[in-house]
C-alpha cells in the first residue's frame, strides 16, 4: 500500500515530490525510486512539516536553483 502511495504522490503533489527528489539526491546521493516508501510517504519527509523542513533545506543550500530550471511549472 505505502508503494501505491508513493507512486500517486509523484502525480497528486509533483512538486513535493521533485523537491523530496532532490533533497534526498542532493544530501544522501539517492534516486526517488530508492526511497523507501515509509520514507517517501510518511510526515518526516511529506506532511506540512516535514515537506518545509526539506524545502528550508533545498533553499539554504541553493538547490531550489537547479530545481526551477527544469521546472516546466504545470501542475495538472
Not at 26 to 51: K, L, T, W
Amino acid at each position: 500500500m505505502l508503494e501505491t502511495a508513493k507512486i500517486v504522490i509523484r502525480y497528486w503533489f509533483p512538486t513535493q515530490s521533485q523537491e523530496l527528489a532532490l533533497y534526498c539526491k542532493s544530501r544522501y546521493n539517492m534516486d526517488f525510486d530508492a526511497i523507501p516508501a515509509r520514507e517517501a510517504v510518511g510526515s518526516e519527509r511529506f506532511s506540512g512539516n516535514g515537506f518545509t523542513q526539506v524545502h528550508e533545506w533545498l533553499a539554504s543550500n541553493g538547490k531550489l536553483d537547479t530545481l526551477n530550471q527544469n521546472d516546466s511549472s504545470c501542475g495538472v
